[in-house]
Antibody, heavy 119, light 111 residues
């Protein structure tokens, strides 16, 4: 069965770096783009961007340019989200979600990784 | 960016009754062939689950009591008859352009 399994919760201090993983199974990894979605505590969903799993090219939403980086380990069917120079406002749950193409819905989601940034 | 306005923000419905959630886009997200609007259900502590894509296409495994309609700028998610397990927050999301955006959500509770 299709699964996206994310790494566990993270507790970080401001200024530190975090790298969240999303391991895919049950389908051909390179046939679907991998997207990242942020959900701040008690808030809605915000699309951060996506990475083309075939070419490795990332695309970032405007609010997520600069400190955020998407990457792949294609041999392990794994996508990564790295956030540098963490800020308190990065405290959120981060989801990976696959999408067949840019017109489609997000049909499978990871379980979410909760990041807490606090001094 | 396209703004999606959902209404109501919350609603309480009795078991077996109908729940209707609206989503209005700040510009059209439809062509003559497709409407680029999708609906999700999210329960606390869980990721969103895709219910309906392209405005009216039920995702595999989703109960037939969920239905979607609409085109252009106005879209609706209906749940009938509402069951206890349907208590959740529902989001619309467009895929007309980059970035895809989500509505603010509608929280469905049982009366």
């Amino acid at each position: 069965q299709i699964q996206l399994v994310q790494s566990g919760p993270e507790l970080k201090k401001p200024g530190e770096t975090v790298k969240i993983s999303c391991k895919a199974s049950g389908y051909t990894f390179t046939n679907y783009g991998m997207n990242w979605v942020k959900q701040a505590p008690g808030k809605g969903l915000k699309w951060m961007g996506w990475i083309n799993t075939y070419t490795g090219e990332p695309t970032y939403a405007d609010d997520f340019k600069g400190r955020f980086a998407f990457s792949l380990e294609t041999s392990a069917s794994t996508a990564y989200l790295q956030i540098n120079n963490l800020k308190n406002e990065d405290t959120a749950t981060y989801f990976c979600a696959r999408r067949r193409d840019r017109y489609d819905g997000f049909d499978y989601w990871g379980q979410g990784t909760t990041l807490t940034v606090s001094s | 960016d396209i703004v999606l306005t959902q209404s109501p923000a919350s609603l309480a419905v009795s078991l077996g009754q109908r729940a209707t959630i609206s989503c209005r886009a700040s510009q059209s997200v439809s062509t003559s062939s497709y409407s680029y609007m999708h609906w999700y259900q999210q329960k606390p502590g869980q990721p969103p689950k895709l219910l309906i894509k392209y405005a009216s296409n039920l995702e595999s495994g989703v109960p037939a009591r969920f239905s979607g309609s609409g085109s252009g700028t106005d879209f609706t998610l209906n749940i009938h008859p509402v069951e206890e397990e349907d208590t959740a927050t529902y989001y619309c999301q467009h895929s007309w352009e980059i970035p895809p955006t989500f509505g603010a959500g509608t929280k469905l509770e049982l009366k």
